[in-house]
């Protein structure tokens, strides 16, 4: 079994999936706060933070993160602080110029311990997803996946 650390290193050797985890970044860079204003609670807080944070950095970032925290997504699963700062800072310099400005985030529902958004940075990405659970103001669980054009 390949470990998390491995798997980043693997994943990110393809040009394609350095610019598929490019746009999660791109998506929280460019977001400073989407969740419905309606929606109250930990989880839209914690949504709020984690898309505002990537304008600040990673070590805003890991904030919402804490030490059981797992991301699984299309380039691995990413577990712990450790793990997760590396997955990030993989974003942070892999992301092609332009692909901020590209974002549109589509939909985002929160509910309960539960955020979800889909969104897209074209020509990249056409669709883009993440759900975060939210316990004890931290990011517990998140999914995340990006379908690259490429």
Do not use: C
């Amino acid at each position: 079994m390949i470990t998390g650390g491995s798997r980043f290193r693997a994943a990110y050797k393809t040009r394609a999936t350095l610019v598929a985890a490019a746009f999660l970044s791109a998506a929280l860079l460019s977001t400073p706060s989407h969740a419905d204003e309606a929606a109250e609670g930990e989880a839209a807080a914690v949504l709020n933070h984690h898309l505002g944070a990537f304008a600040k950095g990673v070590d805003e970032l890991m904030l919402v993160y804490g030490e059981d925290s797992v991301i699984f997504s299309n380039v691995g699963t990413f577990r712990g602080p450790t793990e997760i700062r590396a997955f990030f800072d993989g974003f942070m310099i892999s992301a092609p110029e332009g692909l901020w400005d590209a974002f549109k985030l589509n939909v985002t529902e929160v509910t309960d311990e539960v955020a979800y958004i889909a969104w897209e940075a074209k020509p990249w990405v056409p669709l883009g997803t993440d759900t975060l659970v939210v316990r004890d103001g931290k990011i517990a669980v998140q999914t995340y996946t990006a379908y690259s054009a490429e």
